[in-house]
């Protein structure tokens, strides 16, 4: 197959496991934790980088910031030979009980969002394949971490998440809010692949904080923190996968 118009790989340049971070510095950060890593391809908001863990090989590949570019990393990952995608980013809370540095692995992701719905009914589940699922709790388990199981939402508009949608989504009992679990989701299941996340929380809807409120770093410090333990987390979910 031919190389990819905006990952830039083709064909034996990636794994068959793959850890997709929104954030192109979050690439980095999850590489700096492998034992060896190398920077395959990078093009726009798409950084791609093959690493080591404990023995096993996997893919970093940044999606950017949305459903419409994670669908476009999916798509063209899943073209080369990656099986299997776990979304290792962040998210905002949607329980008061939901603090900020938390984490939150998703049971399923409700579809805020346009890009899955050109490819199917907004009826049909996002859902996460269920050994990514419980490869990421039982990792968290062994690494004697808590973690929040349960749905969450993916939506377009991060800055039209309106009071309205806002107690809507917590009323129906919905964890945390991020921007591409939703399309990831509904791809994988589509292609016959397997699909996962964990996200922690960098804000709280409810009580009304969002990162980058409080200091000038996008992100609250206890969140940093426990971004590098989401990421050994996902790492430990993938030697097991």
């Not at 980088?49 to 990952?77: K, R």
Request: negative net charge.
């Amino acid at each position: 197959m031919a190389k990819q118009p905006h990952l830039l790989v083709e064909e034996g340049d990636v794994h068959e496991i793959a850890i997709i971070p929104g954030d192109p510095g979050r690439v980095d950060r999850i590489a700096d934790q492998c034992d060896d890593s190398e920077v395959v391809a990078q093009n726009r908001e798409y950084k791609v980088v093959n690493a080591e863990y404990e023995g096993c090989e996997l893919t970093i590949c940044s999606t950017g910031i949305g459903c419409p570019s994670a669908a476009i990393a999916v798509e063209e990952l899943s073209r080369v030979g990656v099986e299997t995608f776990l979304r290792c980013g962040t998210c905002g809370g949607l329980q008061s009980d939901i603090e900020i540095g938390d984490m939150i692995v998703a049971s399923g992701a409700a579809k805020e969002e346009g890009t899955s719905k050109r490819y199917e009914s907004a009826n049909y589940p996002a859902v996460p394949d269920y050994d990514a699922l419980t490869e990421l709790v039982g990792a968290a388990e062994r690494n004697g971490e808590e973690v929040h199981v349960g749905p969450i939402v993916s939506d377009d508009a991060f800055y039209n998440e309106s009071e309205d949608f806002v107690d809507d989504w917590e009323d129906a009992n919905l964890l945390a809010i991020e921007m591409e679990a939703a399309t990831v989701f509904s791809l994988a299941r589509r292609k016959g692949l397997r699909a996962g996340a964990i996200c922690t929380v960098d804000g709280n809807l409810v009580e009304g904080t969002q990162k980058g409120a409080d200091s000038d770093d996008e992100l609250p410090e206890k969140a940093k923190n426990n971004v590098e333990r989401a990421i050994k987390i996902t790492l430990e979910a993938v030697t097991a996968l």
